[in-house]
């Protein structure tokens, strides 16, 4: 289907005086840029610009994911923590015994070491106390001991320990994003073929786990003369936003091999109902998998694996110089 803003590049060309056209003897040999197409142009890019300068500020951020450090699974009944090498889940950094984390069914819960907490450890902002955790994708509860923080997540009907460091040398020696060239020629317009009622997708992770999610429907496009179909996810009933778990042929040499990922708006008739969006692979961008060993990163589905490539958005990551 057409792109955007090529489509609003020929309708401002449309407008242009009739008498100025048939009158034009020899076009000049490279064609006069309207103001309409400049702007519009000028205005993508300056949006594409923001968007990547604000996806780098938040990957580098004291919380991003340059600063995972250690993802660490926590086994049914006792778990001890911290730095000494007695302990069953080691966390460099951190005072030799943090605490110990109970696992019980579905509950989490925060003991003290003997000896009480180290100085310095925090709970919600406040002295770590004994009890229950929230172990929630969205809301954690959150542990802060100097530059660290832990929180405890479920993952495949386990639960972990997540662990950031905000002095991870992934973080202080971050050396900047890779990305391909802007190029409109990769923001298409999909037609949207609505699931009434939507499938379920096996995700598969890159740690053997799967996840079963939503798909409310699929995008179908043209790229290069093919007719591509990407099947989206929603990760919870509250997202506003379509989530695309792809990997194309770039992958072999130029982008992440994993994956990438790209979310949209809903399409402009909602999710059930026929209608169309746009899909700016420009705004593809890496999962926390590509920075570091600790993510537990979902995967593309087999129909969402492209055999065509999709030269644009982010690209591979250099780590830093160790």
Known sequence: MRNPLRHLILLSVAFLSPLAICCQQDPPATPPISPTRADAEAAWRKQLDTWRAEREHELIAPDGWLTLVGLDWLKPGVNSFGSAPE??????????????????????QLLSPSGGFPEGLMLEGKPAREGTLSADDMHPSTLTWQSLTMVVLPRGGRYALRIKDSNAPARTGFRGLHWYAPDLHYSVVAKWIPYNPPHILKIPTIVGTSL????????????????????????????????????????????YEAARFLRTVFPDHGL??????????????????????????????????????????EQRYSQPAR
Do not use: M, W
């Open 87 to 108: 302990n069953q889940v080691h966390v460099d950094g951190a005072p030799a015994h943090v605490g110990l984390l109970t696992v019980s069914g579905k509950t989490v």
């Open 272 to 313: 059930a109902e026929p209608g169309t969006l746009v899909l700016d692979f420009n705004q593809l961008y890496n999962p926390p998998c590509a920075y570091t060993p600790y993510a537990t990163c979902p995967l593309p589905p087999p129909q969402n694996r492209l055999s065509v490539p999709i030269e644009a958005g």
């Open 212 to 255: 079963d999610l939503p798909a409310p429907g699929a995008a179908e496009f043209t790229l290069d003369g093919k007719t591509l179909r990407l099947e989206p996810v929603l990760e919870s009933p509250r997202d506003t936003s379509l989530f695309f778990i792809l990997r194309d042929t770039t992958s072999q040499s130029a982008t």
